[in-house]
């Protein structure tokens, strides 16, 4: 069976300070991988997503950046938070890239103060 | 960019009630259209999904899709406490390598 792991489970970080938020998928080689983000109260926000090792594309600019350095790992970084990046950050795989569902991990709560 | 709306933003409902959710979204060439659960400070998890028009029954779950009318609804039969919880209309794009999230329906299911 596969499993998503995301770590750690709930960050506060200073304004300004460095971020490195991880994801590792175990069962399943070569998934598509997705960053999501969801303000509180808000809509899960797609971030990032990719398909194979090396490769990640953009798909909402939040000066953050995401990496894909195995096939089964994912990173979500930046060199300076903002207020604007707390909220719940969320990874995802999926089989294939169009009609099979995305399996959610459990997240990571941020909060910049 | 895909536009997904939902309907009503909460619903409370006394338990045993049948429940409908509403979505409504802006591309025609939209793929799949899946509705998720999530419940507060979990992931959102799938529940159904429907590509063709027409209706989908799975245990307790039918949704049913209009592409004509770029509409959508899941319907919960018999609701029970356990289904309270925030309700996710996703649908994706083909080639686009993407799922847009809808809002969310709030549901409570009041013993």
């Known amino acids: 069976a596969q499993t998503i792991h995301q770590w750690p489970v709930a960050e506060i970080k200073a304004v300004g300070s460095p971020l490195s938020l991880g994801c590792t998928i175990k069962?399943?080689?070569?998934?598509?991988l997705y960053w999501y983000w969801q303000a509180t109260g808000g809509t899960l926000q797609q971030l990032f997503y990719?398909?194979?090792?090396?490769?990640v594309e953009s798909v909402v600019q939040l000066n953050l950046s995401a990496s894909r350095p195995k096939d089964d790992q994912f990173i979500l970084s930046t060199e300076k938070l903002l207020l604007s990046h707390s909220g719940f950050y969320l990874c995802?795989?999926?089989?294939?890239?169009?009609?099979?569902?995305?399996?959610f991990g459990s997240g990571t709560r941020l909060l910049v103060i | 960019q895909e536009k997904v709306q939902q309907s009503p933003e909460s619903l409370i409902v006394p338990e045993g009630a049948m429940v409908s959710l509403n979505c409504s979204f802006s591309d025609s060439a939209s793929q799949s259209i899946w509705w998720y659960q999530q419940h507060p400070g979990k992931g959102p998890k799938a529940l159904i999904?429907?590509?063709?028009?027409g209706n989908k029954k799975e245990g307790r779950l039918t949704v049913y899709l209009n592409r004509a009318s770029l509409h959508v609804s899941l319907h919960i039969k018999d609701s029970q406490p356990s289904d309270s919880a925030v309700y996710l209309c996703a649908v994706s794009t083909e080639g686009a390598d993407r799922l847009t999230f809808g809002k969310g329906t709030q549901l409570i299911i009041q013993p």
């Open positions: 069962g399943k080689s070569s998934p598509n």
């Open positions: 990719s398909i194979t090792v090396g490769q």
């Open positions: 999904s429907i590509f063709s028009n």
């Open positions: 995802a795989w999926s089989r294939d890239r169009t009609n099979s569902d995305y399996t």
